[in-house]
């Protein structure tokens, strides 16, 4: 469980962030399945805004506190848009606490990359890393030249890299990649997006099918920018024998749930990798900065709350708590999550006794 010791309770912050800390593990008891020693793995994958940026202010400490309980109730978890300067994930880690590691991909350079990072984050009671680590780079095409001689065509590369790792949980190892889309120019089936996907998805199907593979389970998940599941941008994932849960398959992710911006999809062995039919998007925004609270923050968001950048009176205070102010403290995205069985005690056992035919 997360640190609470630097919680000044004789402050209204740090009062307000215990009460609220103490709603927020109520509805994670409730919304949520409780971790087990070895039976089953909660993976999650959350995209938290600008991971830290000061672009609406810097987070306020109770919304890491907010961000470390959520975390904490998964056992491994993918986070998108981390940033260069990494103070904010150590303090999201010291919060979490000695339990808890985490693996971080390099920055993505030039404009598109956004200075930003993938990261794994997970409890080291139940997950190890399996010794697989790398960052998603796609091969070159190879081509025949006017002479005949072999020619070696560079492939234009994901603008932000997608984070492998290799892990294993109870009776399972599997593959983990993380990625986040580029968005493009805001269309459902924009072609940059689409192509993205394709070449993720079809890069992994091909390491799947290799009997040298460290692993033939593999799942891929974080923020694919996909706007409905009947775009183009899904069946990209799909057409490469990828599945995502049903119970996913129509819960949206961002903060209005209008969008199918984040995924966790499989591809995977039988036997030894079964989701147990539990999964969600968790919505915090139900007990910490609720829209009711907006006056509590007013002194936190300070003049912008009350004043646009031209310095103009700002007509809808509201809007700018709800759709900007508080999404840079939490996130845009909502925690998506699932339930994956990882103990199979019982059927190696009675696999054991069933009769071996020896043969005559």
């Given amino acids: 469980m997360p640190f609470y010791k630097a919680i000044d309770t ?59 309980e959520i975390i904490a109730r998964f056992d491994l978890v993918a986070i998108q848009e981390v940033r260069q300067d990494l103070r904010a994930l150590n303090k999201l880690m010291d919060i979490l606490g000695g339990n808890w590691d985490y693996i971080f991909s390099d920055v993505t350079e030039g404009t598109q990359g956004n200075g930003e990072r993938t990261a794994f984050l997970y409890d ?58 580029i968005y493009g120019d805001g269309k459902a089936n924009d072609p940059d997006r689409v192509e993205e996907i394709r070449q993720i998805a079809q890069a992994l ?23 409905s599941p009947q775009d183009e941008t899904m069946k990209q994932l799909t057409d490469a024998g990828f599945v995502v849960p049903p119970e996913l398959q129509h819960l949206p992710s961002n903060v209005d749930q209008s969008k199918f911006y984040d995924q966790i999809a499989f591809r995977i062995r039988p036997g030894r990798f079964t989701p147990t039919g539990k999964a969600g998007v968790f919505n915090f925004y139900k007990t910490v900065f609720r829209p009711e609270d907006e006056a ?8 912008a709350y009350t ?28 925690p998506m999550w699932v339930e994956i069985k990882v103990d199979f005690s019982n059927d190696y056992l009675k696999k054991k006794l ?7």
């Fill in 307 to 334: 004043q646009t950048s031209e310095g103009k009176a700002r007509q809808n205070t509201a809007l700018y708590y709800r759709n900007y102010w508080r999404t840079f403290q939490m996130s845009d995205h909502l």
């Fill in 205 to 227: 199907k091909r390491r799947s099918e290799d009997s040298f593979e460290w692993s033939r389970n593999l799942i891929l998940l974080g923020d694919f920018n996909i706007f």
């Fill in 296 to 303: 509590i923050y007013a002194p936190d968001m300070g003049k």
């Fill in 124 to 181: 080291r009671r139940k997950v190890k890393t399996g010794g697989l680590m790398g960052q998603l780079v796609l091969p070159p095409i190879e081509l025949k030249g006017p002479d005949g001689k072999t020619i070696y065509q560079p492939l234009k590369q994901i603008v932000r890299t997608p984070l492998i790792c290799g892990f294993k949980v109870g009776w399972t190892d599997f593959i983990l990649t993380t990625v986040h889309i």
């Fill in 10 to 68: 004789q402050t209204p912050a740090g009062k307000r962030t215990a009460e609220r800390l103490l709603a927020l593990r109520q509805q994670l008891d409730a919304e949520i399945p409780l971790k087990t020693i070895d039976e089953t793995l909660l993976l999650g994958t959350w995209n938290i805004r600008e991971f830290d940026s000061p672009a609406y202010g810097d987070r306020i400490p109770e919304a890491f506190y907010y961000i470390a």
């Fill in 354 to 360: 069933e009769p071996v035919d020896r043969g005559r």
